[in-house]
Structures are given as structure tokens and as C-alpha cells.
């Protein structure tokens, strides 16, 4: 069982930033992926970024060079760090963690959802 809590949302202007945090409630490195997703308002959960467990990181196209997902291993806690944020980054994003108590066998658990809104 893994419980998620995400934090960091809020509205922004055009152009601003924000970090969001996703604690953990086990070390991060029993986690095969950790992952961020958002949805925004009338459309599908959507991929953001992802961090596996080796340290390797992916990003969708639309967010490359703008948000960037690391790690604190110490506090269990992943973060998206995002830049230049503009109004299609709106809606609410998800943490996700996906994690294999044995070989086999792997199962997802997501956070709550903490809501970004960007606009002037």
C-alpha cells in the first residue's frame, strides 16, 4: 500500500512558476515509477512527466524544457518543478506511483490531485 499526498498548487499568472511535491508513505526506491499526470477541465488524464526508479526521467513534448520531475530520496517526496507556465497547463495534477510488492505483480496509486490554475 502506498498513500500519496500531493501539495503546491495555486493560481498563477502567464509566464510564472510553481513546484509541486508528491510525498511518499514508503522510500521512493521501492517504487518502480513515480509519475505526474494532470487533466484539464473537459479532457483526458494526460502524462506529464516520469522519474523510474534508476534516476531516468521522461517528459511530454508540451512541458519539455519548461518542468522538470527529481527527487529528494531523504524525504521520499518527488517533485515537478514547472516554468514559464501558460494557460493550456491549467487543471488538476496527479501524482502516481507505481509499485511491485513481487515480482510479477505491480500496482498504481495516485495522490488526491492538487488544482494549478493559470491566468492573469
Known amino acids: 500500500q502506498v498513500q500519496l499526498v500531493e501539495s503546491g498548487g495555486g493560481l498563477v499568472q502567464p509566464g510564472g512558476s510553481l513546484r509541486l511535491s508528491c510525498a511518499a508513505s514508503?522510500?521512493?526506491?521501492?517504487?518502480?515509477?513515480m509519475g505526474w499526470y494532470r487533466q484539464a477541465p473537459g479532457k483526458q488524464r494526460e502524462l506529464v512527466a516520469v522519474?523510474?526508479?534508476?534516476?531516468?526521467?521522461n517528459s511530454a513534448d508540451s512541458v519539455k524544457g519548461r518542468f522538470t520531475i527529481s527527487r529528494d530520496i531523504a524525504k521520499n517526496t518527488v517533485y515537478l518543478q514547472m516554468n514559464s507556465l501558460n494557460h493550456e497547463d491549467t487543471g488538476v495534477y496527479y501524482c502516481?506511483?507505481?509499485?511491485?510488492?513481487?515480482?510479477?505483480?505491480?500496482?498504481?496509486?495516485w495522490g488526491q490531485g492538487t488544482k494549478v490554475t493559470v491566468s492573469s
Open positions: 502516481k506511483a507505481a509499485f511491485a510488492p513481487r515480482l510479477g505483480v505491480e500496482y498504481d496509486y
Open positions: 514508503r522510500s521512493i526506491f521501492s517504487l518502480n515509477r
Open positions: 522519474l523510474v526508479s534508476d534516476g531516468t526521467t
